[in-house]
């Protein structure tokens, strides 16, 4: 079946670092990939999303490209700063046949420093 | 506002004492889904309903129904609820969910599930 891997957390970083969060896939066809964030005691929300390969999805600094040869979707931004503290998910859902299922990774959780 | 709302938002009971956790959409969205979220786990598909009176098997099933009457609601029923079923659970909807424009989803603040 589909399934999504993220890199492993947490991941501490000072204000203004560079961030990437790898995220790599397993899936038939051409899923649609999304990165969701979960901010302390909320839901998730979407952050930025691609559904086809070479899409570029970007948000709020946050940036991710659709790699087809890598089956990779990883998430980056250049100056992080204390507000992106949260926890970030990678998820895809099919192209074609079950049409209803939802994967999502484990989630990496992100800390921020002044 | 668009929304998806839960109730209740936290719960402590007993095992094997019947619950409901409702989940209501405003966006007219066909689909909607429960999920459950454990550390380490991430977030693990429960049902999902693509229409109204439509619902299908998500990765976790077991110890859990679902219901699709209207199109707005979505309940979530433990009817023996046990512990390994204390979770944080997060209903989410969406306009569709092929590919294309329009699949993202929607969710729910999350319901705090404690079960002794």
């Known amino acids: 079946g589909d399934s999504v891997t993220q890199m492993e957390g947490p991941v501490t970083l000072s204000e203004e670092a560079f961030l990437t969060i790898n995220c790599t896939y397993t899936?038939?066809?051409?899923?649609?990939l999304f990165w969701y964030v979960q901010y302390p005691g909320e839901g998730l929300q979407l952050l930025l999303k691609?559904?086809?390969?070479?899409d570029k999805g970007s948000n709020k600094g946050f940036e991710a490209t659709y790699r087809k040869e890598t089956t990779s979707f990883h998430l980056e931004k250049g100056s992080v700063q204390v507000s992106d503290s949260a926890v970030y998910f990678c998820?895809?859902?099919?192209?074609?046949?079950?049409?209803?299922?939802?994967?999502f990774g484990d989630g990496t959780t992100l800390t921020v420093k002044p | 506002e668009a929304q998806v709302t839960q109730n209740p938002r936290y719960l402590i009971t007993v095992t094997g004492k019947k619950l409901t956790v409702t989940c209501s959409q405003n966006m007219n969205h066909e689909y909607m889904s429960w999920y459950r979220q454990d550390p380490g786990l991430g977030l693990r598909q429960i049902y999902y309903s693509m229409n109204v009176e439509v619902t299908d098997k998500g990765d976790v099933p077991e110890g859990y129904k679902v219901s699709r009457k209207e199109k707005r609601n979505f309940p979530l029923i433990l009817e023996s609820p046990s512990p390994n079923q204390t979770s944080l659970y997060f209903c989410a909807s969406s306009p569709r969910l092929a590919g294309g424009p329009g699949n993202e989803q929607f969710f729910g603040p999350g319901t705090r599930l404690t079960v002794l």
């Open positions: 998820a895809l859902i099919p192209s074609w046949g079950n049409a209803g299922k939802s994967t």
């Open positions: 899936a038939t066809g051409y899923p649609s």
């Open positions: 691609a559904t086809k390969a070479d």
